[in-house]
């Protein structure tokens, strides 16, 4: 009942704040650290709870989360093509595209959450480990995630409900003749945790991509002439931003296309073997096998991925309010087998909250409207419900490899896990859609209050590909530039990313590898032989860092709140002190640098108490 509770707060919640911003935070920290604090009280109280249920409430808390980027970046695209929201069309889209996201990442488990587990840190799924383990443990774990939600949490009540100061620093410049060049970043504790947890390597390659798009590509249109007409005569860094949202995100969607197929070729032997397994069980011959298997490698059986799949693409055809058709259904499903593989591999090195979805949505767009229109279809509606399935069965496969990531870590059986990811996408299918209507109704979406610019997006693109106006030629870029970092054995799907987010993500994900590589280098001229220090430190700095991204999370979900029952609605701040834009900018610097000395100053201080001793 815990799990289900959460699940419907946090789906409601990051709807809300997904339309508004355009982007989620993941729930399975902010899920963990909630579970963990009742269930640490219920132990405390002599009642019991151990960490394995705790582990179960928070998959079944985060498949809420999961289903609504999905959900508010596809269906919500239909109210820009002048449709109603379809209630029971968006419960059934929802639960046909989770439980496609689920199934598929079944046969993918053992290679991305055991064969790669060196390789593919999945850094919510480990954060969320070391919060189960913390708060397992005892007091000292407890302090240190207490203390960076703590500090995460004043930090963003600060920035966002009293506008003390801006989290957002970005300028625009140019160089002789060259114009347009931008950098900056959104620097919030949760995506300076992400950079931490994942490690400078990952991080740089991102923000490689985000210097390509920004540093790069953007300056080279700007001063070639090729920005679009409602930018020509706005600031530097609004026709920075303008070109990026009308040309790079093109580019970095065609260097996804290519960097997620090339995944899939990469992942084939695993894909073969786990069809073959698959067959094998159908036939009846794997069965013995499965049942000698440890608990801890016991999947939902191959049968029902299998037949689950075939029953859902039978759904997508024959339930009316889905409005694919036979050859949109075959493409969805097709499609989310793909982007499911390129999804889960892709949270495995930068992290749910930065899992690019809604790329995946627009080469779904592209391929669905380019074979529908062959067939004579030119209704974008079909072309948005195809490509809805997909993002929703991405968006789950993502946040399912993350939660079994955290069980692996655990001990737990990915059986039960898959279960429990069943039951809350199931309950937060049926939410989905009279919530998207009840913020429709209440605000309209598209107005200023939920602008829902990645919904508008879609609707844009499935009607530019359906009457000749898409970016071909900068999807073309992007596919070229991935097939060089190819030839060059550099990882795509990390730049491809930076490339597609605003620069303002990518780099306060990129300081968070520099702090961890920073704080590694400085433990390791104080560690013995056997690295023990360095472990504990490393370990330390991530239950931290998982504090940082559950404080901002949290406060997401309270500021949330008060934007729905129209506290501050007409400020921008529930609270706003009408601070001058400059002297939020001066203090914006300040509040970065004392973010950044806490959370040094944490595990320094207790890495000092491990020398000590």
């Known amino acids: 009942m815990i799990g ?159 506008a003390a100061f801006r989290t957002t620093l970005q300028t625009a410049f140019s160089a002789g003749q060259t114009r347009g060049f931008a950098i900056g970043g959104d620097f919030t504790p949760a995506l300076i945790g992400v950079g931490y947890i994942i490690g400078p390597k990952i991080a740089g390659y991102v923000f490689g991509g985000g210097l390509i798009a920004w540093m790069m590509l ?70 013995s096998a499965a049942d000698s298997q440890k608990r801890t490698q016991r999947d939902l059986p191959m049968k029902l991925v299998v037949g689950g799949a075939v029953l859902i693409a039978f759904a997508l055809v024959a339930i009316p309010q889905v409005q694919v058709g036979i050859l949109g259904g075959f493409i969805a499903v097709i499609a989310a087998f793909l982007f499911v593989a390129v999804s889960a591999y892709l949270v495995g090195v930068v992290g749910s909250s930065s899992n690019p979805v809604s790329g995946m949505a627009v080469a779904t767009i592209l391929i669905a409207a380019l074979a529908l229109k062959s067939t004579g279809v030119n209704d974008p509606v079909v072309v948005l419900m195809t490509a809805s399935v997909v993002a929703i069965a991405a968006a789950v496969a993502g946040d399912t490899s993350q939660d079994l990531k955290t069980g692996y870590l655990l001990g737990a059986t990915p059986r039960k896990q898959q279960i429990a990811q069943v039951i809350g996408i199931a309950l937060s299918a049926l939410f989905a859609g009279w919530i998207l209507y009840f913020f429709n109704e209440a605000y309209g979406i598209g107005s ?108 997401g979900i309270v500021i949330g709140a008060l934007y729905i029952t129209g506290t501050g609605a007409a400020s921008g701040a529930p609270f706003a002190l009408g601070l001058a834009g400059d002297t939020q900018t001066i203090l914006g610097g300040v509040a970065i640098v004392a973010l950044i000395g806490l959370f040094t100053a944490s595990v320094l201080r207790n890495t000092g108490n491990v020398a000590d001793a």
């Not at 774990?141 to 004043?154: A, N, P, R």
């Open 218 to 287: 953007i300056p080279l249109l700007i001063t070639g002439g090729f920005v679009p007409e409602s930018a020509a005569d706005a600031a530097l860094i609004a026709q920075a931003d303008a070109v990026w949202d009308e040309y790079i995100r093109y580019v970095g969607a065609g260097a996804m296309i290519v960097g997620g197929f090339y995944a899939i070729v990469s992942m084939r032997g695993t894909i073969v073997d786990a069809l073959g397994t698959a067959f094998e069980e159908l036939r009846g011959s794997a069965a």
């Open 448 to 555: 200023d209050t939920i602008p829902a610019p990645q919904a508008g997006m879609m609707a844009l693109i499935s009607e530019g590909v359906l009457t000749g106006t898409a970016q071909w030629g900068m999807i073309l870029i992007g596919a070229v530039f991935a097939c060089v970092l190819i030839l060059m054995d550099v990882p795509v799907l990390p730049f491809a990313v930076g490339i597609y987010l605003p620069i303002t993500l990518a780099t306060p994900i990129f300081l968070g590898g520099l702090l961890r590589a920073g704080i590694d280098k400085y433990v390791a001229r104080k560690d013995d032989e056997d690295g023990t220090l360095a472990a504990q430190a490393t370990s330390r700095g991530r239950i931290v860092a998982a504090g940082l991204i559950t404080g901002e999370a949290i406060m």
């Open 4 to 162: 289900l509770a959460l699940n419907v707060v946090m789906l409601t919640a990051n709807m809300y704040l997904g339309m508004r911003s355009g982007m989620t935070i993941s729930a399975s920290i902010p899920a963990a650290v909630i579970s963990m604090g009742i269930f640490y009280g219920l132990r405390r109280a002599g009642i019991g709870g151990t960490i394995l249920e705790n582990n179960i409430v928070q998959t079944m808390t985060s498949a809420g989360e999961a289903l609504a980027a999905g959900v508010i970046f596809t269906i919500a695209g239909v109210t820009f093509l002048d449709q109603p929201i379809d209630i029971v069309g968006t419960a059934a889209v929802a639960i046909l595209g989770g439980l496609l996201g689920i199934l598929f990442m079944i046969p993918m488990r053992r290679y991305l959450i055991v064969d790669k587990h060196e390789e593919l840190p999945y850094p919510e799924g480990t954060a969320c480990a070391d919060v189960l383990e913390a708060g397992n443990e005892g007091d000292d774990g407890v302090k240190l995630i207490s203390f960076g939600f703590i500090v995460s949490f004043i930090y963003m009540w600060l920035a966002n409900g009293m």
